[in-house]
Nanobody, 121 residues
Framework: QVQLVESGGGLVQAGGSLRLSCAIS????????MAWFRQAPGKEREFVAT????????YYADFVKGRFTISRDNAKNTVDLQMNSLKPEDTAVYYC??????????????WGQGTQVTVSS
């Protein structure tokens, strides 16, 4: 059974950085696109970033371009999200996701349980 487990969330001041990591277990997902989504209180889940199966292509939501970087290591079965210049509006639960399709609204095959990121002003 595939499991995606996120880690690295926490409380940080505005302008700070966090690095989220998603550990994949159960099987290799090296042929899958991997993505990060987030959901703030009272809002719908939204796309943050995605990377193609080999990391050769990356796509970002406009509100994180230039601040966040997605990366993957298929040998280690991990996907990371480096978040810099964090803003209070980045506060949300961040989810790791795997899909056989690359896109900002992909049909997600696997979800992680989420990790909380809180940015204080």
């Amino acid at each position: 059974q595939v499991q995606l487990v996120e880690s690295g969330g926490g409380l940080v001041q505005a302008g700070g950085s966090l690095r989220l990591s998603c550990a994949i277990s159960g099987r290799t997902l090296s042929s899958y696109a991997m993505a990060w989504f987030r959901q703030a209180p009272g809002k719908e889940r939204e796309f943050v970033a995605t990377t193609t199966w080999n990391g050769g292509g990356t796509y970002y939501a406009d509100f994180v371009k230039g601040r966040f970087t997605i990366s993957r290591d298929n040998a280690k079965n991990t996907v990371d999200l480096q978040m810099n210049s964090l803003k209070p509006e980045d506060t949300a639960v961040y989810y790791c996701a795997a899909s056989r399709v690359v896109g900002i609204h992909p049909p997600v095959d696997y979800w992680g349980q989420g990790t909380q990121v809180t940015v204080s002003s």
